[in-house]
């Protein structure tokens, strides 16, 4: 139960990758915290009230959002739109040269690990039916599945959800408060999300936990301390 519990874990996985989502995600809620939280310190370096820093997040929050959730529904859209027109010209060729792809499949079957006959033989039998040809190209020789192009729904609600949950690290503090407290809360906060996010990935693609979740960290101490210096000059240069 275990084993087949697994691989259908493994299974559901890989085609949450293959459908956008799970790319949507993670871009979505760490482009959350790390452009918001540079919004936010960016006005509180210069000098802004708590209400000015607010104001920022938001829009922030807004124009972010929609944005991600409509460049990945543009992505994810043209992928499909990409993969159909790789379908169709396999039709085509499927109706004018069959022996081509019929060739073309016992090759890539032979190059799996199939002996040339079983890969003749099994190349044959798949071609006999036009659609179950046109897949069997599609996924072996061309590397992609035709039943699962990818969502651009699910990949731009992903992205407009998760970002939106990553943006609201570095803004909740200064709900409470305000000045250097609301700063470093905000830095805390948005790190302590960025390891999870790390941790998350790394795990996910099977790499060390703590080496991704440092590597996130470090990220966003680095655009901390720029976009925090950047307001700090602008703001006295302007003051």
Known sequence: MDKRQDSELLA????QVQRGGARAAVLGVNDGLVSVLCLVLGVAG????????LLAGFAGVIAGAVSMAAGEWISVKSQVELFTGVLKDIRRIIAEDRPL????????????GHH??????????????????????????MGFNPD???????????????????????IIPWFFGGGMGAVWASIILTALGSLIVGGYISLSSGKNIMRGAVRQFLIVVLASVVTYGIGYVFGVTTG
């Open 12 to 15: 559901k996985h890989a085609l």
């Open 46 to 53: 210069a000098g802004g009230s708590s209400k000015s820093v």
């Open 101 to 112: 792809l019929v060739d073309q499949l016992s090759d890539s079957l032979s190059k799996t």
């Open 116 to 141: 040339d006959a079983t890969a003749d033989k099994a190349a044959e039998e798949i071609a006999a039916n036009d659609h179950h040809l046109m897949e069997a190209y599609a996924r072996q020789v």
């Open 148 to 170: 699962e192009l990818g969502s651009p729904w699910v990949a731009a609600i992903s992205s407009f959800v998760l970002f939106t949950v990553g943006a609201a690290a570095p």
